[in-house]
């Protein structure tokens, strides 16, 4: 089984801003969605934002509109999260994560629920302090 692995986590002060990475050994097959995903201690992972590959179509939650975004390289066996303006509750285990039955809602989009996805990465920590 192939996992994902994510990258580019660090420790910014509120208002800074990271980058994250996720890296497949391959391009993902179209029709899927590629979702980030957090998880602060003692909590159960949360949907931040995700990309169907089929159109580029994004989403995010409402707690990170308009600071960040969603991207796929061209290959698109990488997908970034870039974060700006980050606030101490953006802190946690950053995961990112593949849905391939993306494709068979209604014409084909992205949710944010973890159940919903697989080949979960190790993560990458994301620690900002106020």
């Known amino acids: 089984q192939v996992h994902l692995e994510e990258s580019g986590g660090g420790s910014v002060q509120a208002g800074g801003s990271l980058r994250l990475s996720c890296a497949a050994p391959?391009?993902?097959?179209?029709?899927?969605?590629i979702g980030w995903f957090r998880q602060a201690p003692g909590e159960k992972r949360k949907g931040v934002a995700a990309?169907?590959?089929?159109?580029?179509?994004?989403y995010y939650a409402d707690s990170v509109k308009d600071r960040f975004t969603i991207s796929q390289s061209s290959t698109q066996n990488r997908v970034y999260l870039a974060m700006n303006g980050l606030k101490p509750e953006d802190s946690g285990m950053y995961f990112c994560?593949?849905?391939?039955?993306?494709?068979?809602?209604?014409?084909?989009?992205?949710?944010?629920?973890?159940?919903?996805?697989?080949?979960w990465g190790q993560g990458t920590q994301v620690t900002v302090h106020s």
């Open positions: 994560a593949t849905d391939p039955e993306a494709r068979f809602r209604n014409g084909g989009f992205c949710v944010l629920t973890e159940n919903s996805y697989e080949d």
């Open positions: 990309i169907y590959n089929g159109n580029s179509r994004t």
């Open positions: 391959v391009s993902s097959p179209r029709g899927m969605c």
